[in-house]
C-alpha cells in the first residue's frame, strides 16, 4: 500500500439504514468527531420504507379490525377499506422521501453521501468519484439482499419481493407466497386480510427456528384467515403468462403457473421469501484482504481489528433491526471508547445478549432467547414450563383469548434462558421476559415481581408458580 | 384462658376474597394439610364480583371502541350498546354466584365455611354456632370497607358506593362521583364512556400518590371524556329528594342536591369513592389482646407472632388485590415451612417488594415502585428520566398515540427503584419495569436488554439511553 492520504472523516459508515445511523450517531456522540454515512438508496433503510414500518402499518388495522370484531358492545365492523390502509402504510414510509432522515442526521453532524460505498484499502472507502478516508474507524451496515431459491422459470416470472408486498398499491386477487419464514408468515397475513386469496408454500414448516408452539398457531391462524397453507411442498416450476391489460388502466404481468407436487396453481403473482444473505457484493473486502465477514463481540471484523466493524445484516450474527441497531450502539461505543484513548474492552460487547423477535401475524409470536432444542444442544439442563395463556387479564382483553407459553429454565443457575409466547397482544408481554434472560434473573427472585391485576402480564406470575409447582410434585 | 380444644383444621382464614384463597392454598400446597376459608358473602370477594373484574370488564369495551375509531381503515364506530356491555360485565362476574369458587376451593381441599368469623382466642375462630380451631395457623384476610367523608346529609341521601357502581343495571343519566383516588378516577371512566353525565368532586387533586404527570393525563382524559372535574372542591351538603317513579317502571330515589364550593348540583345518584379502611370490626382482635393489626415482612401479626397471620387489605401495607395476593403467597409459604418443622426466615419475605398498580382510566396509567418524592424522602439520591411515549411502536398502534414515562433511578446503586407510564395500553408495558426494580437490575444490564422493533415496549431502550445521555453531558 502507498501513503495512506489524509482523513477525510472519523468514522464513516458503509449503508445509511437504522443500523448505520445507529453506528454513525453512537461514533460520534458526545464528541466532535465527524462521521459520513454512505447510502446507495434511502437513508433509513429496508426497515423503514420496505419491511419494518409498512409491514406492520399494514398488519395493524387489521388486528384491531378483529379485536374489535369480537369485543361485546362494538357494532358489528365493517370491511376493511383498502385505500385507507394503504394510506396509513404510506403516511408511515414518508412516501418513500428521506428527507426527514437526512434532516435528522445532519442535525446529529453526519454528512450524508449519496452513492455505493466500496472498500479499496484500509479506512479508505469510494464512492462514486470521492475516496473518504476514516481517521479511526469503518462500519459495514450494509444490509441483506433476498435470495431466490432455484426454482425453474422463477427470475424469468418477475416474482415479487417482500419491497413489492409491502410496497404494492394494489392487492392482488390472488398469490401464492413462496417460503415459510417471518416475512412469508407476515406477508400471508396481510395479504390475506387485505382481500387477496393467498396461497404459502413452503419446502419445510413454518417459523423453523421458533418453539413448535409457533408453528402450529400461526399455521392454524393462517388457515383461519382463509390461506391455502401447504407445508413441505414442493415447488418445481414456474411460468407468467403474457402480459394483458386491467380494467384499472394498469398493466399487469400475466397470469402466474406454479407447479407444487406436480399440480398446477394459477395466481395473479407470486411473492418469493425465502431468505436473505448477507450484502457483502462490491464491498471491496479483497481489496482489504477479506473473503468474509467475521465480528466479535464488540463487531470488530476479524483481519481488520484496529479499523474494521460490521453490524447488522451483514456481520451476520442476527437478521433483526434492533438487534442490529444493539450491535451498532455498542460498536460506535467501542469506536469512541478507542478514538478516546480507551479500551474496546471497557464496553460490554453483545455477546451473550438474548435474541428477540416479534412475529406480528394473527396470532403474534414473541420470542426471547434460546429455545428448548437449542438450549439442550448447548448442553443446558432445561425445566420447561408450558401453559397456556390464560388470566383474567386475557379474558378481559378479547372474548376469543387464548394462547400459549413456553419457557426454558436453566435448571443448574434457575434462570431463564428463552421463552416464546404466541397469542393476540403478546408482543408487549415479551420485554419482561427479555429483561430477565439478559439479566439472568433467578426465578426465586422473580417470584417477587408481582405482576398488576388484572393484566395480561400475570401470566409470568404462573410460570413461576407452574415452575415451582414442577419441582414440588417432582 | 382454659383448656385449648382439639383442633379442627390445620389452617383456618377468616376472609374468602382472592387474598384468603390464597392463603389457604399456599397454606396447604404438596402437603396433607386441611384448611377452613370462612366467607360471610361470596367466595372470590370484592375483586371478582364488585371490583377489579366488573370494573374493568366496564372499562374494556369502551377502550376497544376508542382505539378502533382512531385506526384509518376500519368504518366509523357504533355508539356503545350498553347492554351488551353490562351482560359482558354479569358473565364476568359470573351474575354474582360465587359455585365456581367454592368447586375450586374444595378441589384443592379447602373447607368453604358460610357466615362471619370472629376471634375468640388463640388460634380460635367462631362462625355462627360453629367453633374452628387451628392446629398451626390462623390468617386475616377480611379485606378493607368504604368509608365516607363526614358530609352533612350524606348517609340520609342513599349514595351509591362502589359495589353499586360496578354493579348497576341501568346507567344513571347524570352522577356526582366523590373523590379523586383510583375507584373514583375509574369509575367516572365508564359511567361517562356508557352515557352518564358525569361530575367528579376531589377534595385534593386526582391519584395523589402517583408521579403528578399520571394526574395531569388522566384530568385531562376525564374532561375530554366530558367528565365536569372539580378539583380542590368542598362538598358541604348533599339532600335526597323524595323518591320518583321513572318511566322505565323502576322507582329511583329523587334526584339529588349537592351543595359545592357554595353552589348547587342536582345529578341523580352520587357516588362516594374517598376510600377504604382495613376490614377489622367484630372480628375479635381484643379476644387475643390485640388492638391493631401490625405485620412483619412475612405477614405475622405482632403480638401474635407465633400463629396469627393478616393479609391483603387488613393487613395495611397495600390495598391492591396482587400485592394482597402476593402477601398471601408469602405467608402461606411461611405457615407450611414451620408446619414441617422449617423457619420462617427459610422464606423470603415481602419487605422490600415493589408495589405495582395500573389505573384503568383513559389514558392508563401504570406505576411500579417509589415516585421521585418518595426516593427522595427516603434519602436517595435520584436520577430522574422524564421522556415522551414516542416510539415506533405506540405510533403504529393507534394514531392518536401520545404519553409520558417517568422512571427514578438510584444514582448510587445505578439501578430503577420507580417507573411510572401514563398512555394507551401501557398496562402491559409495566412488568418489564417490576423485573428490573424487584430484582435490582443495573441499568447497564437493561442496556443489553434488547426489546423487538417495532413495540412500544422500546420505550425502556429509550429510557436507559435518555438516562445515559444525562451522564454524558453532565
Tied chains: 1, 2.
Excluded at 141 to 161: E, H, R
Excluded at 215 to 229: M, Q, S, Y
Excluded at 399 to 426: C, E, K, M, Q, S
Aim: glycine share 12%; proline share 5%; net charge negative.
Amino acid at each position: 500500500m502507498t501513503t495512506t492520504p489524509d482523513p477525510t472523516h472519523d468514522v464513516i459508515v458503509i449503508g445509511g439504514g437504522p443500523v448505520g445511523e445507529n453506528a454513525a450517531q453512537y461514533a460520534i456522540a458526545g464528541s466532535d468527531r465527524t462521521a459520513a454515512l454512505v447510502e446507495a438508496e434511502l437513508v433509513g433503510g429496508e426497515c423503514s420504507y420496505w419491511a419494518c414500518m409498512p409491514s406492520k402499518a399494514l398488519l395493524v388495522p387489521p388486528a384491531v379490525r378483529s379485536l374489535a370484531q369480537h369485543m361485546p358492545g362494538l357494532g358489528p365492523q365493517a370491511p376493511l377499506d383498502v385505500d385507507a390502509v394503504l394510506a396509513r402504510r404510506d403516511s408511515f414510509t414518508s412516501g418513500w422521501d428521506d428527507s426527514g432522515q437526512v434532516e435528522w442526521a445532519e442535525g446529529v453532524g453526519i454528512e450524508v453521501v449519496r452513492g455505493r460505498g466500496r472498500l479499496t484499502g484500509e479506512r479508505t472507502v469510494v464512492v462514486g468519484d470521492r475516496t473518504l478516508v476514516a481517521r479511526h474507524a469503518v462500519v459495514l451496515a450494509t444490509g441483506s439482499t433476498p435470495t431466490a431459491p432455484p426454482i425453474d422459470g422463477l427470475a424469468d416470472a418477475m416474482p415479487w419481493g417482500s419491497r413489492d408486498a409491502t410496497a404494492m398499491h394494489e392487492v392482488p386477487g390472488s398469490i401464492l407466497v413462496v417460503g415459510g419464514g417471518v416475512v412469508a408468515c407476515e406477508a400471508a397475513t396481510w395479504l390475506a386480510a387485505l382481500g387477496a386469496r393467498v396461497t404459502l408454500a413452503a419446502r419445510g414448516g413454518l417459523l423453523a427456528r421458533l418453539e413448535p408452539e409457533a408453528a402450529e398457531a400461526v399455521e392454524a391462524g393462517l388457515r383461519e384467515a382463509g390461506v391455502d397453507v401447504r407445508l413441505h411442498a414442493d415447488v418445481q416450476r414456474v411460468r407468467r403468462h403474457a402480459p394483458e391489460a386491467t380494467g384499472t388502466g394498469h398493466v399487469h404481468g400475466g397470469a402466474v403457473t406454479t407447479t407444487i407436487d406436480q399440480a398446477e396453481l394459477v395466481t395473479d403473482e407470486i411473492l418469493v421469501a425465502t431468505g436473505r444473505r448477507p450484502a457483502t457484493d462490491d464491498l471491496g473486502l479483497d481489496a482489504v484482504g477479506l473473503d468474509r465477514i467475521v465480528v466479535d463481540g464488540r463487531q470488530r471484523v476479524a483481519g481488520a481489528e484496529g479499523w474494521l466493524y460490521a453490524t447488522g445484516d451483514v456481520a451476520g450474527r442476527w437478521q433483526l433491526t434492533h438487534m442490529g441497531k444493539h450491535e451498532a450502539r455498542i460498536a460506535g461505543e467501542v469506536i469512541g471508547r478507542v478514538a478516546d484513548g480507551g479500551r474496546a474492552d471497557e464496553v460490554v460487547g453483545v455477546d451473550d445478549d438474548p435474541l428477540t423477535q416479534v412475529v406480528f401475524t394473527d396470532p403474534e409470536v414473541a420470542a426471547v432467547g434460546l429455545t428448548q432444542a437449542e438450549a439442550e444442544e448447548r448442553g443446558i439442563r432445561v425445566e420447561r414450563v408450558a401453559i397456556d395463556l390464560a388470566v383474567a387479564g386475557t379474558s378481559l382483553a378479547r372474548d376469543d383469548a387464548g394462547g400459549r407459553v413456553v419457557v426454558v429454565v436453566d435448571a443448574d443457575r434457575d434462570v431463564l434462558v428463552g421463552a416464546t409466547l404466541v397469542g393476540h397482544g403478546v408482543a408487549e408481554l415479551l420485554h419482561a421476559a427479555t429483561v430477565a434472560v439478559a439479566a439472568q434473573v433467578p426465578t426465586a427472585r422473580l417470584w417477587h415481581a408481582v405482576p398488576s391485576y388484572p393484566t395480561a402480564s400475570e401470566i409470568w406470575l404462573r410460570v413461576v408458580e407452574d415452575l415451582r409447582r414442577q419441582r414440588r410434585e417432582r
